[in-house]
């Protein structure tokens, strides 16, 4: 199974996410892509989730979509159609259908999505601070 390595740099955490098989055309248009840097960011209504602009084009098919609320926390979402890639870090109320290409599975790893969700949280509501952030193959 493909995995990827998601860094924030600036705040010194690292997750990583194992790629599912629901949607693998658009999981390996979006693995031909990597390595990626980006600004994370966080969206402001509906729940708890990061997202980040990705410089991704593609036409590859989506196969599977599940409503973001339904879906479990650590799911990487990859929106081809808006270059946008999502993680759920906690609950979230929004039904909108999300097409899942990866999860982030370790207790661990998802404990340390609070730590950049809140500061995502912060940077976008507060401080502004740019939060970077890599996204890479896994070894």
């Known amino acids: 199974m493909k995995d990827f390595i998601v ?14 098989d629901k949607n693998p055309e ?3 248009a979006f693995w031909d892509h990597l390595p990626l840097k980006t600004i994370q960011s ?3 209504i509906a729940g708890v989730e990061m997202y980040s602009w990705v410089p991704i084009v593609t036409t590859a098919p989506i196969r599977v979509e599940e409503p973001f609320d339904q879906q479990p926390i650590g799911t990487v979402n990859f929106y081809s159609f ?14 909108l259908p999300a097409p899942p290409i990866a ?8 404990e340390k999505l609070k730590i950049v969700g ?10 502004k601070r740019l939060i970077k952030q890599v996204i890479e193959k896994g070894v």
Do not use: F
Not at 7 to 20: E, F
């Open 82 to 95: 808006y270059g946008i890639l999502s993680i759920k870090w906690g609950p979230v109320s929004e039904p």
């Open 7 to 20: 860094t924030w740099p600036d705040l010194d955490v690292q997750v990583r996410a194992d790629m599912l």
């Open 26 to 28: 658009l999981c390996q």
């Open 118 to 127: 809140r500061e995502a949280w912060e940077s976008i509501n507060y401080t």
């Open 103 to 110: 999860e982030i599975r370790s207790q661990e790893d998802l």
């Open 42 to 44: 966080h969206a402001l």
